[in-house]
Nanobody, 121 residues
């Protein structure tokens, strides 16, 4: 198992910014990427951004140009800088270590407890 320590969620105004961070207790063998997904109650979870072992990044269309993912390999920490936030970004954001693909979920993934992001005036 892998434990994640997530932080940085909270309340932001539309157009504002937040920065999420996630530190993993270890780097799971064979996992191909770390990243973030989000979920709103009653809706399916959706990947937001991922950072692959080879250094590649991927973003959901709805955050391109606004969010930036980065990773500190030495600290096993991944960050999500969220700018120009919109009310529709309100969700619980979860850190995830992806086993099979940098852009799809699998039964072998690990994820954290989540941090709430609320965008409201």
């Amino acid at each position: 198992q892998v434990q994640f320590v997530e932080s940085g969620g909270g309340l932001a105004q539309p157009g504002g910014s937040l920065r999420l961070s996630c530190t993993a207790s270890r780097n799971p063998a064979g996992h191909v990427a770390m990243g973030w997904y989000r979920q709103v109650p009653g809706k399916q979870r959706e990947l937001v951004a991922t950072f692959s072992r080879d250094g590649g990044t991927r973003y959901a269309e709805f955050v391109k140009g606004r969010f930036t993912i980065s990773k500190d390999n030495a600290k096993n920490t991944v960050y999500l800088q969220m700018n120009h936030l919109k009310p529709e970004d309100t969700a619980s954001y979860y850190c995830i270590s992806l086993k099979r693909s940098s852009w799809s979920f699998s039964e072998y993934d690990y994820w954290g407890q989540g941090t709430q992001v609320t965008v409201s005036s």
